[in-house]
């Protein structure tokens, strides 16, 4: 819901406000619109959350992707050595070392970084579970609003019920966050 669709029907409510039975409706979709907007917030900065999230776990992929392909190299070049005949034998095992120490310690590496990469990608969809339960919280919070406006319309306060049933599982879909870990 925009900014403004909330202010109107706010100004709306506090206009039908000055008929005694309309007002705890015209209260209940002040409290409505309020709740509407934190859920938006916390829905969009969710969102921003996850995607954050997934870029980082992007960038962590990309680093295990280097490295192993680092490994490969290494590990070619050190089959190379160990095929070829070289006038330096010693030199040539001392290289074979080297590319043998740097094949351990990148094979250490390699599932440091898989493991980083993975727990990122947990973030994410923990940050998009989230997300979700605070857009349906939004989509029943707005739905419970323009229900219970009705009733202004109508004056039957069975709109007003629910108006309120409606926000109520808004509102519950959107504390559910706090279950999620």
Known sequence: MEANEAHELKEHAEHVAHDATMRPV?????????????TTVLGHRTHTE???????ATDQW????AKKIR???????GDML?????????????IAKAYADHQAKWNADLNEEQEKAKALEERVEHAEARADRFDLGEALLEIGLVITSVTLLTRSRIYW???????AGGIVSALSVLGLK
């Open 62 to 65: 990309n680093e295990y992707q």
């Open 71 to 77: 490994s490969y190299n290494t590990s070619l070049a």
């Open 50 to 56: 996850a995607v954050l999230f997934q870029n980082k």
């Open 26 to 38: 015209a209260f209940t979709m002040s409290v409505l619109a309020v709740l509407v907007a934190i």
């Open 161 to 167: 019920y629910f108006g309120m049933l409606f926000a």
């Open 82 to 94: 160990s095929a070829i005949t070289v006038a330096d034998k010693d030199k040539a095992e001392k």
